[in-house]
């Protein structure tokens, strides 16, 4: 069992849960946000006010310095983009919008990827977009009690390397729930410790596969925060905070789930 883990019994996950629809809620009001003209700091003046609304924190802003409450990365960035002032959306821009809120102490963590305007963009860019969000579900799907977290991460890669697409390595999911990175590391790719950690009640983790069109190498901007492609190819990202109850997996940052997974932790 990897060192420091804390484990969540069904109080916590509930307010994870609780946590986690307003991320939700948020994301969605930022997609519906994202139009050409828009700068990704006025969507992050939106989330700011939209969490504070909801009597939440942003789990993102201050984190290691990180100066904003979203991460805006558009194309070929993958993570961590600062919101701008000066930062326009233009049609067909590829946007990853990651947020987590903090609400009574319960921290949750969730990115959807989203074309700006809803553009026209290369058939291959919506295969991308379809094939990390797939592997997100598949990995999802086997997050059951006694399956190695190994399983997890294969399920990712698969997905996204049937389709053509390759997995960004360097940058991996996370346990959550107490605080926005926890034990363990959830790689989107198979390695030696996911080999030997078994799943059980009461783990959340956050997992978040990442995938461009053509390159897994990255580079990090001169701002020190955001991760682009070394060849400036195009990046999906997809991201849930997932609880296993009862030896099954329920998302708590899914709106959709919403009652019915309240129903079953
Ligand atoms: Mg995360």
Redesign the pocket.
Known sequence: MTKNLRLKNRDDIRGIYRSGQVTAELLAELSRRAEPGVTTGELNRFAEEFIAAHGAQPAFKGYNGFPASICASVNQEIVHGIPREDRILEQGDVLKL?T?VVLDGYVS?A?RTVIVGGGEVPAEVLRLLEATQMALDDGISRMRTGNLLNRVSSAISERIRSAGFKVIRDLT??G?GFS??EPPVVHNYPVPEGGVFRLVNGLVL?L?PMASLSCEEILLGEDGWTYATVDGSTVAHF?DTVAIVHGHPVVLTRRDDGAEALKRI
Do not use: K, Q, T
Request: charged share 35%; no cysteine; proline share 0%.
């Open positions: 990651d987590g963590d990115a999911g996370h959550v926005l990175h956050a978040e991201e």
